[in-house]
């Protein structure tokens, strides 16, 4: 399960950011997990409940924004947001390709106090 590690490198990242602000708590964690990303965000939320025990983050929750991929069809010119990889377009049936995001795995932001 690679969402632990990708988490502990999370948590690490939020609690320097934390701390380079002067915060000692932090409320809310908000997370884009993009669907081609490879990540499985339950598995992302698991590995946040198991680690903010004892941290700054003990009482955060953990937001998690799905990021669809683009898909361009050829047949009917429109650009689609998926949430997993299509060959054929939903609208016309005609051949997708790839036009870009549902990659991204970032923090977005944190609150802080």
């Known amino acids: 399960m690679h ?3 990708l988490m502990t490198a999370a948590m690490e990242q939020v ?3 934390a701390q380079r602000n002067g915060a000692t708590r932090i409320h809310r964690i908000r997370m884009r997990v993009g669907a081609l990303s490879g ?3 339950e598995a992302l939320e698991f590995a946040f409940e198991t680690l903010k025990s004892g941290t700054p ?3 955060a929750t953990l937001e998690i924004e799905r990021v669809p991929a683009i ?3 050829a047949g009917c010119g429109k650009d689609l947001p998926l949430e997993s990889v299509e060959f054929d377009c939903p609208e016309c049936g005609g051949p997708l390709t790839l036009a870009g995001g549902g990659r991204e795995l970032e923090l977005a932001d944190m ?3």
């Open 3 to 5: 969402e632990l590690s």
């Open 15 to 17: 609690q320097a950011l």
């Open 39 to 41: 990540v499985v965000p």
């Open 57 to 59: 983050a003990a009482e």
């Open 71 to 73: 898909f361009h069809c």
């Open 111 to 113: 609150e802080i106090s």
